[in-house]
């Protein structure tokens, strides 16, 4: 039983460029939310994603967005990219609805020059 | 607004007991729950406890909840080097799929 996975682990962007970050949910989940986490921080809420629509969002600009795919797998998209998104981005899943804990993958490490 | 505060640093000898702490300001905190990231890695899930319980206890972590002055507590228990990491505590309000509110973490440091 495959667990949340994250696509790629590590990424390296120069300023102004754009991200695509993927995942995959646990199976058996069909809600998929996405969080950054800053050197020394911890994670912090960009949004969540069920059946292929925003349902909630954190406090971050409209250059950060999403997609949810028929088969419950995300992607994040930031655009215009600045060395203060330097970030690990998790991606967590769940079963919307019940009341069993979000699974998080091991994230995606991206660095900004 | 919501928020979660935990202290940063905590450094125990191996062998003893570990005690984290954590206090939240949501009063409709539902779910509170205790991650473990060790360097380089991705959000382990430890327990969790629903907000109508008092005490879990899972092996060697118990956890207690103090409803009334918002405050949980993280118990570690013949702590080893293993142990050694960052511990998140974090709370969800009306349900466990909504947006986790996260302390900055607490990095546990392990004495031989």
């Known amino acids: 039983d495959a667990g949340v996975t994250q696509s790629p682990t590590h990424l390296i962007k120069t300023r102004g460029q754009q991200v695509t970050l993927r995942c995959s949910p646990k199976s058996g989940h069909d809600t998929v939310s996405w969080y950054q986490q800053a050197l020394g921080q911890g994670p912090q809420f960009i949004f969540q994603y069920y059946e292929e629509e925003e349902r909630q969002r954190g406090n971050f600009p409209d250059r950060f967005s999403g997609h949810q795919f028929p088969n419950y797998s995300s992607e994040l998209n930031v655009n215009a990219l600045w060395l203060g998104d330097s970030a690990l981005y998790l991606c967590a899943s769940s079963l919307w609805g019940s009341n069993q804990p979000q699974h998080f993958g091991d994230g995606t490490r991206l660095s900004i020059l | 607004g919501e928020d979660v505060e935990q202290s940063l640093f905590l450094s125990v000898r191996e062998g003893d007991s570990s005690v984290i702490n954590c206090t939240y300001t949501?009063?409709?905190?539902?779910?509170l729950y205790w991650y473990k990231q060790e360097p380089g890695a991705g959000l382990q899930l430890l327990t969790y406890?629903?907000?109508?319980?008092d005490m879990k206890q899972d092996q060697r972590l118990t956890v207690l909840l103090n409803k009334k002055d918002k405050h949980l507590s993280l118990r570690i228990a013949d702590t080893q080097t293993g142990d050694s990491a960052i511990y998140f505590c974090?709370?969800?309000?009306?349900?466990?799929?909504?947006?986790?509110?996260f302390g900055s973490g607490t990095r546990l440091s392990i004495r031989p």
């Open positions: 406890i629903f907000s109508n319980m």
């Open positions: 974090a709370e969800t309000s009306y349900s466990s799929a909504s947006k986790i509110i």
């Open positions: 949501d009063s409709s905190s539902t779910y």
